[in-house]
């Protein structure tokens, strides 16, 4: 079955604990994104990857960190997680944005205490 | 930069009725176009997308959409509601710079 798989599914952490949420796909998508989503404010692109070792910022790329050392994985590394963090992440791939639909995994409801 | 506005927060359609959810963007040349719906507790799903050509766009679901350069809009519709249509409605831009901008959204209720 074609996924994107995330986890943790949920998470509750406290200030400053460095964390990993991973994404793989099985679909063999170039191109993968994270997003988070918050109330009022949609969703907001995080990082995105074209491809393997290709990586830049979306639109609120502070806190966060990507890496993208094969094509089914890119997992989202909290450093040092700060309350504003708080939300709900979401993991998306495509073959290409704009040939191709984005497919989400199921998101990861962060907290930070 | 690009910016989506869906300017309904919420909308509240009765089964069987018709419903519009209304989608502005702002950005200089023709975008790519796109509507994903949210089921509770779910990821996004693409309902449609429009690139080029004829400017109305069907969709899963018995979804369409209809853009309209002049207004800078890209409306979704569907002629009659059903109750599994209760969810979360996204509208998103993108741009030659692959990044994609999603709107506030919209939640739909339905009611029976």
């Known amino acids: 079955e074609a996924q994107v798989t995330q986890n943790p599914r949920y998470l509750i952490t406290v200030t400053g604990k460095k964390l990993t949420v991973t994404c793989s796909q099985n679909m063999n998508h170039e191109y993968m994104s994270w997003y988070r989503q918050d109330p009022g404010l949609g969703l907001r692109q995080i990082y995105y990857?074209?491809?393997?070792?290709?990586?830049d910022k979306g639109d609120v790329p502070e806190g966060y960190k990507v890496s993208r050392k094969e094509k089914r994985n890119f997992p989202l590394i909290l450093e040092s997680p700060s309350p504003n963090q708080t939300s709900l992440y979401f993991c998306a791939s495509s073959t290409g944005i704009y040939t191709g639909e984005l497919f989400f995994g199921e998101g990861s409801r962060l907290t930070v205490l | 930069a690009q910016s989506v506005t869906q300017p309904d927060i919420h909308i509240t359609v009765s089964e069987g009725a018709s419903l519009e959810l209304r989608c502005n963007y702002s950005y200089g040349a023709t975008p790519y176009l796109f509507w994903y719906v949210q089921s509770p507790g779910q990821g996004l799903q693409l309902l449609l997308k429009y690139f080029s050509g004829d400017t109305l766009v069907q969709g899963i679901k018995g979804f369409e959409a209809e853009f309209k350069r002049s207004q800078s809009s890209f409306n979704l519709r569907k002629p009659s509601v059903h109750w599994s249509d209760a969810a979360e409605y996204f509208c998103?831009?993108?741009?030659?710079?692959?990044?994609?901008?999603f709107g506030a959204g919209t939640t739909v209720t339905v009611r029976a």
């Open positions: 990857s074209m491809n393997v070792e290709v990586t």
């Open positions: 998103a831009v993108g741009v030659g710079d692959y990044k994609l901008s």
